[in-house]
C-alpha cells in the first residue's frame, strides 16, 4: 500500500480504534496517545501491507501492546489515595451482598434473555458505564483478560501481581459487573 | 460445604483454571440446593460472551470479516 492508501484506510478504523483504547484506558488523552502511536507506527510500515485488512489487524495487535505497555507502567506507579479508598469501598460493598456466614442476602436472579441485549445499542452503553465504573485495578485485570483476551499467567506477570491477586481481582470485577448490569440492565432489584 | 460466597470465588476461577474434582463436585452440589448461585454462574457466563463480542466487535476481524 501506499502511504496514501494506509491513511485512507486507518481513518475509517480510528473511531473503532479510540473507542476500544478508551474502554481500557479510561481516559481520553492516553487512548488519543495510544491511537496516535499505533497509526503512526503503520504509516511507517504502509510499504509492508497488502491490503486494508491486513493493515487493520496490523494496527489493531500494535494497539493491543501500546495499552499493555501503559497498564505496565500505571501498574509501577503507587496508587493514590483515592484510588486505593475506591477500590477499597467496591470491595465492601460487593461483601456487603453476604451475610455473616457467606450467604447471599438476596438471591441473585435469573435475567431474562440476555443473548438479544446484545443487539440492543442501548445496552452496549449500559456495558461500557458498567465496566468504567469498576475501580482500576479489577478493570485493568478484567479487561486485559477478557477485552484483550490475555491469559492469566500473562496478566499477572505484566502488571507484577500474585496469581491469586489476579484471581481476587478478577472475582471482585465479575461480581461488580453483575450487580451493575442487574440494576442498571436487567432490572434486578 | 463452602458457602456461595466462596463458591462465587470458584465460579470465577472456573474461568481462569481447571477445578479440582473436589471443587467440581462441592460446586455442583452447592448449585442444586442454590438458586443464587446458580443464577450468579450464568450471569458469569453471560459477561464473558458479552466482553467476547464487544471484543470481536471493535477489534479488526469484524470489519473484513
Given at each position: 500500500m501506499?502511504?496514501?492508501?494506509l491513511s ?15 474502554l ?7 487512548a ?18 497488502q ?13 493491543k ?15 493514590g ?10 470491595a465492601?460493598?460487593?461483601e ?17 434473555d440476555p ?19 469498576l ?6 485485570v ?6 484483550l ?23 471482585r ?6 450487580d451493575?448490569?442487574s ?7 | 460445604m463452602?458457602s ?10 472456573r474461568?481462569?483454571r481447571?477445578l ?42 469484524s470489519?473484513?470479516?
Amino acid at each position: 500500500m501506499t502511504p496514501h492508501e494506509l491513511s485512507s484506510a486507518v481513518s475509517v478504523l480510528r473511531p473503532r480504534l479510540l473507542r476500544f483504547a478508551r474502554l481500557q484506558l479510561r481516559d481520553a488523552s492516553s487512548a488519543e496517545d495510544a491511537v496516535q502511536e499505533a497509526l503512526l507506527a503503520a504509516t511507517l510500515h504502509a510499504g509492508q501491507f497488502q491490503g486494508a485488512s491486513a493493515a487493520a489487524t496490523w494496527v489493531f495487535a500494535i494497539l493491543k501492546n501500546k495499552i499493555i505497555d501503559e497498564f505496565r507502567r500505571r501498574s509501577r506507579q503507587p496508587q493514590g489515595d483515592a484510588d486505593s479508598g475506591q477500590e477499597q469501598e467496591f470491595a465492601e460493598a460487593l461483601e456487603e451482598q453476604f451475610d455473616e456466614r457467606g450467604h447471599w442476602i438476596s438471591h441473585p436472579t435469573p435475567w431474562t434473555d440476555p443473548q438479544a441485549s446484545l443487539e440492543q445499542k442501548r445496552f452496549w452503553e449500559v456495558f461500557e458505564v458498567c465496566i468504567g465504573g469498576l475501580p482500576e485495578k479489577p478493570a485493568r485485570v478484567f479487561g486485559m483478560r477478557e477485552l484483550l483476551g490475555m491469559e492469566t499467567a500473562e496478566i499477572c506477570k505484566e502488571l507484577g501481581l500474585s496469581t491469586s491477586n489476579c484471581w481476587v481481582l478478577l472475582h471482585r470485577a465479575r461480581l461488580g459487573l453483575r450487580d451493575c448490569l442487574s440494576r442498571r440492565w436487567f432490572g434486578e432489584t | 460445604m463452602l458457602s456461595c460466597r466462596e463458591e462465587t470465588e470458584l465460579m470465577s476461577q472456573r474461568f481462569e483454571r481447571p477445578l479440582s474434582f473436589g471443587e467440581r463436585f462441592g460446586l455442583r452440589v452447592h448449585l442444586l440446593f442454590c438458586k443464587g448461585c446458580r443464577a450468579t454462574l450464568r450471569h458469569f457466563m453471560f459477561l464473558q460472551t458479552a466482553t467476547r463480542a464487544w471484543r470481536e466487535h471493535h477489534d479488526q476481524d469484524s470489519t473484513h470479516r
